[in-house]
């Protein structure tokens, strides 16, 4: 069965701090997608990224960065110069078998990040 | 483009009270999600829609749960009778291509 877990309940960082947050998921199937999305105050989840199981290449968009490995079933996410924005519940996801209709997305708990001023 | 809408925004009943939700997509987009998210947890996903039909509800609580989709677009989500612990936001998305899921504002639900 897929699992996603963020062990990282709570984070909280000076801002301009860099600030990763920990990904690790469980999946008995070769193709899947990873996903991070942001939930900020309002409540509204907002699409970050979607990444191939087949594609392990590091991606960064502007001070974001992802670092998905395999090896270690590991999808981390980073913050470079963190900013009071930031500041939101970011949860990590995991969906099998995507071309597939009964495909869904699994969520993790989630990692709230708080950035102080 | 307009994202997907919600409504109400809040909603406060008894348990054993009825409540119903409503869910406009994005225009355009074929599939349609209804998912719980309790406080300090991810979203479960409730319900999801291709077009007017069920794809999953495998964790749909049914005996007081319910939804639909008429005509392939609008969607109600409807709980009838409430438990103390359907207490949550209800969140509503919908997608074009496979697993790029655009969430709404949310229904935050509590039930006293």
């Known amino acids: 069965a897929q699992k996603v877990t963020q062990a990282q309940t709570e984070i909280s960082v000076v801002e301009k701090e860099d600030v990763t947050l920990d990904c690790v998921y469980e999946?008995?199937?070769?193709?899947?997608?990873l996903f991070w999305y942001k939930q900020p105050p309002s409540g509204e989840l907002v699409f970050l990224i979607r990444?191939?199981?087949?594609?392990?290449q590091n991606e960064i968009s502007g001070r974001y960065s992802w670092n998905f490995q395999k090896s270690t079933s590991s999808f981390n996410f980073t913050i470079t110069a963190s900013q009071v924005v930031d500041s939101a519940v970011y949860f990590c996801?995991?969906?099998?078998?995507?071309?597939?209709?009964?495909?869904?997305?699994?969520f993790g708990s989630g990692t709230r990040l708080s950035i102080r001023p | 483009e307009a994202g997907v809408a919600q409504s109400p925004r809040y909603k406060i009943i008894e348990k054993r009270q009825s409540v119903a939700f409503w869910c406009n997509p994005i225009?355009?987009?074929?599939?349609l999600y209804w998912y719980q998210q309790i406080l300090g947890q991810g979203p479960k996903l409730l319900i999801q829609?291709?077009?007017?039909?069920?794809?999953?509800d495998s964790q749909l609580p049914k005996d007081r749960f319910s939804a639909e989709r008429l005509k392939g677009v609008d969607s109600t989500l409807k709980i009838q009778p409430a438990k103390l612990e359907d207490s949550a936001v209800y969140l509503c998305?919908?997608?074009?291509?496979?697993?790029?899921?655009?969430f709404g504002p949310g229904t935050r639900l509590t039930v006293t």
């Open positions: 225009s355009g987009h074929a599939t």
């Open positions: 999946t008995r199937d070769t193709t899947y997608y």
């Open positions: 996801a995991l969906s099998e078998a995507p071309d597939s209709s009964a495909s869904k997305i699994i």
């Open positions: 990444r191939n199981s087949f594609d392990e």
């Open positions: 829609f291709q077009n007017n039909g069920v794809v999953d």
């Open positions: 998305a919908s997608s074009f291509i496979r697993d790029e899921q655009y």
